[in-house]
């Protein structure tokens, strides 16, 4: 619903050929690489640790579903990035990356951010809305295997050194994005070329004060999460055929994840909605859901919020919730004493985004329904999603604090999402997950 400014177009596979080229350190060909992930408590953002460049730079930065390509600031890679090299107009490597033009600066010597016939694109902050126009480079990402830490090394990762205006509204601690957007130049991309693994990723998110990971590829999880994963719901992965920025058309495929939600229900009822909004227009590319993590909260257009509030509150009452006046941005807020507690948090009607099949639908329980904004203050954690200005506005955007303690596979390789409950169900958290 936010405002986006990169206009990306999906090839055919025939096009499609990633110029990573695969360095490692041991001899065994990698399965999978974990990720740690951690949320910042002042700005609620959820980001991992990565090493870049010849000096193998540590930079924290911010997970994007959405996003197209890595970027970042950081005054100690530039002091060092000895093994940095544009990505020159009108080559191969510009056609992959889809950048949108070239751009011409003649600092002498050249550096990251400024160097001549580079392929450039926009890069954005989707969280001040800002986007800033540099040239594409490419350097070392150094990670760990997911079994075994072991060190490998991607030479030539396309990414984008950005102007430090970008980094605005993000996370003190942090120095950019990494993007796990559909297209060619993202992380999981990237490594599904590079070491001829599966393009799949398996995310799981952490409250504040906890861990969580990521993991590219494929690969056995540790214990309980093997025998979870078994048990997961799966739901196709839709592609919008108009991308999110004001500059797109038709076949433009978007790069960020959506799903088909054809109802929502509030505990048992299902609520009535206008059901052209759960779609997406196939002429314009409004309306649908997608799951974004540099969303907060689930945001809902206008109309289905209201519906949404509504009947959460006329479930809660029949539960003897008491409701009070509502703190912004939240819609419905409750007296946190007339509510009980339970294992899957304060006991509050559930919330399921139902997919193609009734059988197929995402539970939300009160650990991720709810907010506590003062002691005796909760609050339904959905919000009314905002207007994107530049482009078609998404009707639902499921935002990370729903996807807490969740287990989400995506497999972008056959487009498919599979999606556990809460893992407090089964005794078990973010923190826990790993690779066996």
């Known amino acids: 619903m936010a405002p986006s400014t990169i206009s990306i177009v999906i090839f055919s596979l025939f096009l499609f050929s990633s110029y990573s080229d695969a360095q490692t350190t041991p001899s065994k060909k990698p ?12 700005t609620n953002q959820y980001y991992t640790n990565i090493q870049f460049g010849s000096n193998s730079t540590k930079l924290n930065v911010v997970i ?57 694109d926009y890069s954005l902050n989707p969280f001040s809305g800002t986007s800033g126009y540099s040239g594409l480079g490419e350097d070392t990402l150094r ?5 075994g830490g072991n060190v490998y090394a991607v030479d030539n990762f396309p990414f984008q050194y950005a102007h430090d205006a970008l980094l605005g509204d993000l996370a003190g601690s942090t120095s950019g994005l990494i993007a796990l957007g559909r297209t060619r130049i993202s992380l999981q991309a990237q490594l599904a070329s590079a070491f001829k693994i599966r393009e799949k990723f398996t995310l799981c998110v952490p409250p504040a004060g906890g861990n969580g990971n990521l993991i590219v590829g494929e690969t056995a999880y540790s214990k309980p999460f093997e025998e979870i994963s078994k048990s997961l719901l799966t739901t196709r992965l839709v592609r919008n055929p108009v991308g999110s920025s004001g500059g797109d058309v038709i076949g433009n495929f978007s790069r960020e994840y959506y799903i ?38 689930t945001g809902l257009q206008r109309s289905l919020y209201r519906v949404l509030v509504k009947e959460f509150a006329k479930a809660a ?3 003897n919730i008491t409701r009070v006046a509502s703190v912004a941005p939240f819609g419905a807020c409750f007296d946190a004493k007339t509510v009980l507690s339970s294992k899957t948090g304060p006991q509050v009607p559930t919330i399921d985004l139902v997919m193609e099949k009734k059988s197929v639908y995402w539970r939300f329980y009160g650990s991720n329904s709810m907010v506590k904004v003062s002691n005796d203050v909760i609050c339904l954690a959905f ?28 497999d972008v390789a056959s487009s498919k999402l599979g999606f556990s409950s809460s893992l407090l169900l089964h005794d078990t958290s973010c923190s826990k997950f790993g690779a066996s």
């Open 317 to 319: 009452a029949s539960m």
């Open 31 to 42: 399965e999978a690489f974990a990720f740690p992930i951690k949320k910042d408590a002042t």
């Open 64 to 120: 994007d579903l959405g996003g197209n390509f890595l970027w970042f600031n950081s005054e100690d890679y530039l002091n060092s990035a000895s093994t940095f090299r544009p990505i020159l107009c009108g080559t191969r490597k510009c056609r992959i990356a889809e950048a949108i033009g070239c751009t011409f600066c003649f600092l002498k010597p050249p550096q990251p951010g400024c160097t001549n016939n580079t392929c450039s």
């Open 260 to 297: 088909d939600v054809k109802s929502i229900k509030v505990g048992t009822k299902t609520l009535s909605l206008n059901k052209t909004l759960l779609s997406i227009n196939k002429k314009d590319g409004s309306g649908g859901t997608t799951i974004r993590t540099v969303r907060h909260y």
């Open 383 to 410: 919000v009314e999603g905002a207007i994107n200005l530049s482009g078609p506005t998404t009707s639902i955007e499921v935002g990370g604090y729903q996807m807490e303690n969740h287990l989400l596979e995506f």
């Open 143 to 147: 990670l760990r295997s997911a079994r």
